[in-house]
């Protein structure tokens, strides 16, 4: 089984997956653009895990994700694509278990949301789920008890995540 260092070298060498300095991430404009990805790709690039999370919309357990407790100031990037979506200075501790942030990355220029969502019925909840706006990833899921200013509580799987630090 492929480990998390080799899914992140095998994606950073694709055309398609954004990187770059924190700086250059911070300041990337999303334009809208979309990426087209076959399943069985997906399944060569990502190990068993995040081809559960980010396909087929799985979960991670609570307090278990890499990402959880990380303090780092920088930027969390889609695991599936590298476009930038979370600033770690919007990211908070909710007590839920998993990642929080109260606001997506969205800089001036864009032209898009980075983020799209879907209403989820699934396990008999009504939630609103959260997916990368360029390739479809599942990150996880937004609610409405977040921290001012926006009352927003982005809770996303650390394996959603890729981080850079600033």
Known sequence: MKNYEEINIQLLQKDFFIYGSYTQLLNMVYK????????SEWKVLLNEWHYFILRRKGTERAFTGKYYQNKEKGIYLCSGCGLPLFDSSKKYESFSGWPSFFEPLKHPD???????????ISYGMIRVEILCARCGGHLGHVFTDGPPPTHLRYCVNSASLYFVNE
């Open 32 to 39: 809208g653009e979309t990426i087209e990805i076959s399943d």
């Open 110 to 120: 864009d032209q898009a949301l980075r983020i799209r969502e879907e209403m989820d």
